[in-house]
T-cell receptor, first 114, second 113 residues
Framework: DAGVIQSPRHEVTEMGQEVTLRCKPI?????LFWYRQTMMRGLELLIYFNNNVPIDDSGMPEDRFSAKMPNASFSTLKIQPSEPRDSAVYFC????????????FGPGTRLLVL | GDSVTQMEGPVTLSEEAFLTINCTYT??????LFWYVQYPGEGLQLLLK?????DKGSNKGFEATYRKETTSFHLEKGSVQVSDSAVYSCALSDRRGSYIPTFGRGTSLIVHP
């Protein structure tokens, strides 16, 4: 398996622009997570899905952030409009139900909002 | 709620030195405990885990023992290499409900030749 795939790997945009981050989880995994990592706050859970359904979005910072999972193999995290304080590395991770609680992370998208 | 506390970094060591990165946790249930490693430019990957008290997780020369009495899961390695330079994150997963992990802030390790 190719692991969790994220795109783009790097994104530079200007304040006010829309940003869309993409994730393909590992096939067969039924949980998908979006995290944000910054020096100040460390790793923060933004939202997670189970079987394509959003379960907990309490970590989403504000209404400018939205996430979708239209099918088991694809998810997006959208920021509209983007702000400089959104600059961070965004990770997608997937896992599977059961005893195995390990999360498998993608390589991340490094976002810079100017 | 659940929480994980790690020692502040960076930790700077010479090659072949002994490594300890402290991790303590707070949880109301009986969590599983994890150490993840993140190499530069990459995502986190599982290094080792322990699912019950007194279990020892080990991988690539790293070890950590689940200590319920001290609520700790300290990471150790007897002889570090330059290639071990990375960020190490302690995490717990409370099995009462959703298995969603709680991560510590991460500790950066820098190993010099």
């Amino acid at each position: 398996d190719a692991g969790v795939i994220q795109s783009p790997r790097h994104e530079v945009t200007e304040m006010g622009q829309e940003v869309t981050l993409r994730c393909k989880p590992i096939s067969g995994h039924d949980y998908l997570f979006w995290y944000r990592q910054t020096m100040m706050r460390g790793l923060e859970l933004l939202i997670y899905f189970n079987n394509n359904v959003p379960i907990d979005d309490s970590g989403m910072p504000e209404d400018r952030f939205s996430a979708k999972m239209p099918n088991a193999s694809f998810s997006t995290l959208k920021i509209q409009p983007s702000e400089p304080r959104d600059s961070a590395v965004y990770f997608c991770a997937s896992s599977t139900t059961g005893v195995e609680e390990t999360q498998y992370f993608g390589p991340g998208t490094r976002l810079l909002v100017l | 709620g659940d929480s994980v506390t790690q020692m502040e970094g960076p930790v700077t060591l010479s090659e072949e030195a002994f490594l300890t990165i402290n991790c303590t946790y707070t949880a109301t249930g009986y969590p599983s405990l994890f150490w993840y490693v993140q190499y530069p430019g990459e995502g986190l990957q599982l290094l080792l885990k322990a699912t019950k008290a007194d279990d020892k997780g080990s991988n690539k020369g790293f070890e950590a023992t689940y200590r319920k009495e001290t609520t700790s899961f300290h990471l150790e390695k007897g002889s570090v290499q330059v290639s071990d330079s990375a960020v190490y994150s302690c995490a717990l997963s409370d099995r009462r409900g959703s298995y969603i992990p709680t991560f510590g802030r991460g500790t950066s390790l820098i190993v010099h030749p």
